[in-house]
């Protein structure tokens, strides 16, 4: 069983960027893939970037595509979302979530509790 928390989260203008972290409680973080997803109010949630499991390889929403970077650190369990030139339209909650197959996946096994992100304009 992992453990993922999520921080880093806040309230920033568009145009401004964040990186959240997610930090799993397990060392086997290192062989799983990891993704982000987030959900707007009233809104389902969505699909925004994934990881391999050793980072050599990551998709993106198309979305989010070239404002957004997913990285991970295994050493120290974590993976991070660098999002830059943020848009009011990023505003959600976002989740971190893990699991052990292919980063290609639609399913995750783990996931944290979220962190909120509101972008102003």
């Known amino acids: 069983q992992v453990t993922l928390v999520e921080s880093g989260g806040g309230s920033v203008q568009a145009g401004e960027s964040l990186r959240l972290s997610c930090v799993a409680s397990?060392?086997?973080?290192?062989?799983?893939?990891v993704a982000w997803f987030r959900q707007a109010p009233g809104q389902e949630r969505e699909f925004v970037a994934a990881i391999r499991w050793d980072g050599g390889g990551s998709r993106y929403a198309d979305s989010v595509t070239g404002r957004f970077t997913a990285s991970r650190d295994n050493s120290e369990n974590t993976a991070y979302l660098q999002m830059s030139s943020l848009k009011p339209e990023d505003t959600a909650v976002y989740y971190c979530?893990?699991?052990?197959?292919?980063?290609?996946?639609?399913?995750?096994?783990?996931w944290g509790q979220g962190t909120q992100v509101t972008v102003s304009s």
């Open positions: 397990e060392p086997t973080f290192s062989k799983y893939a």
């Open positions: 979530a893990a699991r052990s197959g292919s980063y290609h996946g639609d399913e995750y096994d783990y």
